[in-house]
């Protein structure tokens, strides 16, 4: 019986924090969705343009690398390793970023993270897009060489065609969306958040490690060519770190502090009229009470009369 009794309290302890942390979380999402639903769209964006450029893709001999030089090729056989380290990263990712639903630990708002994210996201898409429509380079995966069936995309035959992109097949047996990776984007976004927000050291040094394994095993799977990943390393780095320093820092909800939600504009606006109404009524005070005070000798003057502030003896 008691076994089954801690059980269902823990089990109603976690329930109730479930239900408040999400009340919570519905409250900034009511705020912030805007920014969210356009990060969202964007990834439909950037799909779509990874479609079109699949059909400008041609096929032709493999470009000179040297990290294919120095890696030994997975081959087709084995090229879901990298895909599946890539799934682990990203679930785990996700996962983390709802931990505050269930564990006290918290230092972040699971909508306000994420809204991090995508802007990273995004402005890290939005050069890729630019690099990989300014030059179509032969893909180097199996599927995109000569005499693959899905090395070249016939013309569509409507517009729903283009739209739908074929997801996910259109997205994992793409051509032409080399420069720079988009695994790499997802991986370094990912570990750079956990880096600022994670409590674990062991955890973050182990997340970069495995983005070295998952560059590695990009290029040995011959999904990219070494420049897709090298230029995604120091290019989402810098877009992190110039995107991070225009966001508004997140609240630290590990501080203890009450008052920890974020503040809207319409509650900045009203704080700030109350702030100068407070400063306009004490300015306002009669100028009596203001009057100067001096001292002397161990009395005090008030315009001109001698006030004895030394103990009356008796």
């Known amino acids: ?29 009511s705020e912030k969705w805007q920014l969210l639903l356009a990060g969202l769209v964007f990834q439909y964006i950037h799909g779509l343009a990874a479609r079109g450029v699949h059909y400008l893709h041609r096929p032709g001999p493999t470009l000179q690398d040297l ?32 931990h505050p639903f269930i564990l006290q630990t918290k230092r972040f708002y699971t909508v306000l993270i994420w809204r991090r994210v995508l802007a990273f996201l995004c402005a890290s898409q939005f050069l890729r897009i630019i690099t990989f429509y300014s030059t179509q380079l032969p893909g180097p995966n199996y599927h995109c060489r000569e005499g693959s069936p899905l090395a070249r995309l016939p013309q569509p035959q409507n517009v729903a065609e283009v739209l739908l ?13 080399l420069i720079f990776s988009s695994h790499m984007i997802f991986t370094i976004v990912f570990v750079v958040t956990y880096q600022k927000y994670g409590n674990i050291r062991f955890i973050k040094m182990l997340a970069w490690c495995v983005a070295i394994a998952q560059s590695l095993l990009i290029i040995a799977s011959r ?6 990943v090298v230029v995604a390393w120091y290019t989402v780095n810098l877009v992190i770190f110039f995107v991070d320093k225009k966001l508004t820092e997140l609240p630290d909800r590990s501080a203890g502090s009450t008052s920890v939600l974020p503040v809207s504009m319409k509650e900045k606006d009203s704080k700030l009229k109350e702030d100068k109404a407070r400063l306009v009524n004490v300015n306002s005070v009669d100028s009596a009470d203001w009057r100067p005070w001096t001292q002397m ?18």
């Open 67 to 98: 990290g294919f030089m120095i890696l030994p090729e997975l081959g087709k056989e084995r090229g879901y390793i990298s895909e599946t380290l890539f799934t682990f990263i990203f679930l785990s990712f996700v996962l983390w970023t709802f």
């Open 297 to 314: 000798n161990g009395k005090h003057i008030e315009n001109g009369n001698h006030l004895d502030t030394e103990t009356t003896k008796t």
């Open 223 to 228: 999904k990219h060519y070494s420049v897709d």
């Open 1 to 29: 019986m008691m076994p089954a009794l801690y059980i269902a309290r823990g089990a109603s302890k976690v329930v109730r924090r479930i239900t408040s942390e999400t009340s919570v979380e519905l409250k900034i999402l």
């Open 165 to 177: 992109i074929n997801f996910p097949r259109g997205v994992i047996y793409g051509c032409g969306d």
